[in-house]
């Protein structure tokens, strides 16, 4: 598909008036601003065909456009061709994921009440984490599991974001919660079960938050890749995508992390990449190995599950780990990502045991 870059200085009124002209010739655009640059695509016209090559001459002469590319791999305003750098999302005012940082994201799985939200936040930032986690509302597989405690849940990541300083990332799972999540979350998940909720998409879109869209367990690469371009279709380009593992015919995990698809999509895509290996393998043992293994592959970070008494959560207990797990984790990948590149830094606790 056809993808242009405007030059930084051309103006949102000048941008509309070429969209104009284009429409009138019969082609439709879509814009989205990513970083101090805007891009445009044309979803109807194949770079291959005669109208195509015409249209291509066209753009190409057009004072407005600095580049046109033909992104035939990746969906075309996520593209990585088309922006020419990988992306960052500024998710706080003193942090930004992406932009060659780390970054950890902790918490529990759910938010189960004030004394275990609030002792598991600071514990969290205590061991190195940038944003807290936690679901209020919890897409569960049977009704009769806890459901999350809704709109108290909310309060609570609002106290303990607030106490700890941590932005909050929560997942929304209903077009009718997102006002509600947006008042509280600097960032704003959607879930695996919903990653192909299209209506869902657009209504967060339009927040204009930050977005951690979480890779369906059935989704190929390019669905994922797709329901991403939903959010910056409707003109956000702030998304963290989130690889939790996919389903595959191993049942000795929960579900397969697919790796792979880290490494690719930083390939394919300009947006951060993060990795969710507690959702991925559903085993506490697992998550310190697999958390490494998606920071050398590329990843930009890693979402885990922490809590202080896995024996007693009221969800997905099975692959939390504990506060005291999650420093040793960070510390541990840090030394590894400081390994591979010496100009990562090595996070301070372990500068402290060296
Ligand atoms: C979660 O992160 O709480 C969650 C439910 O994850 P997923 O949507 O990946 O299953
Ligand atoms: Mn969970």
């Not at 051309?10 to 008036?17: A, T, Y």
């Not at 205590?126 to 806890?146: C, D, E, V």
Request: glycine share 8%; proline share 5%.
């Amino acid at each position: 598909m056809i993808v242009a870059r405007f030059r930084p200085d051309v103006l949102i009124d000048e941008q509309s008036r070429l969209a104009a002209g284009w429409r009138h010739r019969g082609h439709r655009s879509f814009r989205c601003r990513v970083g101090h640059r805007t891009l445009v695509t044309f979803p109807d016209l194949a770079a291959a065909s005669p109208e195509g090559e015409r249209f291509l001459t066209v753009l190409r002469a057009t004072r407005a456009v600095e580049s046109v590319v033909d992104s035939a791999e990746s969906p075309p305003l996520g593209s990585l061709a088309a922006v020419g750098e990988p992306t960052a999302v500024q998710v706080s005012e003193d942090w930004t994921v992406g932009g060659g940082r780390f970054t950890w994201i902790a918490g529990p799985c759910a938010v189960e009440s004030q004394a275990q939200l609030t002792a598991v936040a600071g514990e969290v930032r205590a061991h190195g984490a940038q944003l807290l986690r936690g679901g209020a509302f919890k897409p569960r597989t049977s009704p009769y599991a806890f459901q999350g405690l809704g709109q108290e849940g909310l309060r609570l990541l609002a106290e303990a974001s607030a106490a700890t300083g941590l932005p909050v990332v929560t997942e929304v799972v209903d077009s009718a919660q997102v006002e509600a999540v947006a008042e509280v979350a600097q960032v704003l998940q959607i879930g695996a079960r919903n990653a192909q909720n299209f209506a869902l998409l657009r209504e967060v879109a339009l927040t204009g938050r930050p977005v951690l869209l979480k890779r369906g367990f059935g989704c190929t690469v390019q669905e994922w890749l797709h329901s991403a371009e939903y959010l910056l279709a409707a003109g956000n380009s702030q998304v963290l995508l989130c690889e939790r593992g996919v389903r595959t015919f191993e049942s000795a995990t929960r579900f397969t992390l697919d790796i792979s698809a880290v490494s690719l999509v930083k390939r394919l895509s300009h947006l951060p990449v993060l990795v969710d290996p507690s959702h991925a393998c559903g085993r506490a043992d697992l998550v310190a190995p697999l958390a490494a293994a998606a920071a050398v592959a590329g990843a930009d970070g890693v979402m885990v599950d922490v809590h202080q008494d896995a024996h007693g959560a009221l969800c997905d207990g099975q692959q939390a780990i504990t506060p005291e797990e999650f420093g040793a984790l960070v510390t541990r990948t840090s030394r590894i990502l400081h390994s591979i590149d010496p100009t990562e830094p090595v996070a301070d606790h372990a500068m402290a045991g060296r």
